[in-house]
């Protein structure tokens, strides 16, 4: 069976950090791209980041390049989100999914349950 599990979202004030985990199996996790994407209240669900986990590869957002990274530990079949200088704006519900190398959601197969981060003002 395959599951993705997110964890680590909470409540931050502006400025603070937040690292994401994504928690892989019942796949060969190095066959595919991991992508983090965030639905917030009335809005689209968007492509936040991505890690080819074959080769490291990494793609961003252009609101979150310099403040967030993504990484990936293949002996755990996790990738991490670690989110720097947070803003309000990026309050939102997290998914983590697995499929093809990118930021649209029509390329994943596999999502995860949320996790909700909320930045305050």
């Known amino acids: 069976e395959v599951q993705l599990q997110a964890s680590g979202g909470g409540l931050v004030q502006a400025g603070g950090s937040l690292r994401l985990s994504c928690a892989a199996s019942?796949?060969?996790?190095?066959?595919?791209?991991i992508g983090w994407f965030r639905q917030a209240p009335g809005k689209e669900r968007e492509g936040v980041s991505c890690i080819g986990t074959s080769d490291g590869s990494t793609y961003y957002l252009d609101s979150v390049k310099g403040r967030f990274a993504i990484s990936s530990d293949n002996a755990k079949n996790t990738v991490y989100l670690q989110m720097n200088s947070l803003k309000p704006e990026d309050t939102a519900v997290y998914y983590c999914?697995?499929?093809?190398?990118?930021?649209?959601?029509?390329?994943?197969?596999?999502w995860g349950q949320g996790t909700l981060v909320t930045v305050s003002s």
């Open positions: 019942g796949f060969t996790f190095d066959d595919y791209a």
């Open positions: 999914a697995a499929g093809s190398y990118g930021l649209g959601p029509e390329a994943y197969d596999y």
